[in-house]
T-cell receptor
Framework: NAGVTQTPKFQVLKTGQSMTLQCAQD?????MSWYRQDPGMGLRLIHY???????DQGEVPNGYNVSRSTTEDFPLRLLSAAPSQTSVYFC?????????????FGPGTRLTVL | AQTVTQSQPEMSVQEAETVTLSCTYD???????LFWYKQPPSRQMILVIR??????QNATENRFSVNFQKAAKSFSLKISDSQLGDTAMYFC?????????FGTGTRLKVLA
């Protein structure tokens, strides 16, 4: 199992550009989430999904879109990048059915918006 | 807002010594799980230890143990016999409906 994979690992954008951060998991997990990590702020939830076709907003959803067409994939889209979106982004997944299930994280994407 | 608070932004400990990282949380739920994740310089998030709220016995994983005080909503992490490889950012958190809720992290440095 590859676990949770994210691409790219690093990305530099100019203000106003759009891009998609890719996330995939091969563990057949129902729940997937996107977080951003900023110094002094910890990990903040952007969007999450409880299954294919079902997504919901987290704590900091503005400026980001998600979709979940398959169980495996959960891409995060930045429609018009802003410097405030400079951050490290983590995708995570876990099984449904119990809070005891461990959440697995991808390796992260470091995004810089100039 | 239901939050997780880590009041120690940075800590340091001598190699082989013991260190305790603090964490408090807020929740109105009766059943939940608490956890500590470690993030070394590689940036990978690694689960260190997990505690079920309805279990009174404190969880232990080798050199890592927790002090869980449910009434006080406190969940501290004790690292015994600290090693250089324990140098990392540590995040405390709890489960919520469909979500994990994290604190702001404590950066731990183990000194040789």
């Amino acid at each position: 199992n590859a676990g949770v994979t994210q691409t790219p690992k690093f990305q530099v954008l100019k203000t106003g550009q759009s891009m998609t951060l890719q996330c995939a998991q091969d563990m057949n997990h129902e729940y997937m989430s996107w977080y951003r990590q900023d110094p002094g702020m910890g990990l903040r939830l952007i969007h999450y999904s409880v299954g294919a076709g079902i997504t919901d907003q987290g704590e900091v959803p503005n400026g980001y879109n998600v979709s979940r067409s398959t169980t495996e994939d959960f891409p995060l889209r930045l429609l018009s990048a802003a410097p405030s979106q400079t951050s490290v982004y983590f995708c995570a997944s876990r099984k449904a059915g119990g809070r005891a299930d461990t959440q697995y994280f991808g390796p992260g994407t470091r995004l810089t918006v100039l | 807002a239901q939050t997780v608070t880590q009041s120690q932004p940075e800590m340091s400990v001598q190699e082989a010594e013991t260190v305790t990282l603090s964490c408090t949380y807020d929740t109105s739920e009766s059943n939940y799980y608490l956890f500590w994740y470690k993030q070394p310089p590689s940036r990978q998030m690694i689960l260190v230890i997990r505690q079920e709220a309805y279990k009174q016995q404190n969880a232990t994983e080798n050199r890592f143990s927790v002090n869980f005080q449910k009434a006080a909503k406190s969940f501290s992490l004790k690292i015994s016999d600290s090693q250089l490889g324990d140098t990392a950012m540590y995040f405390c958190g709890r489960t919520g409906t469909y979500k994990y809720i994290f604190g702001t992290g404590t950066r731990l440095k183990v000194l040789a």
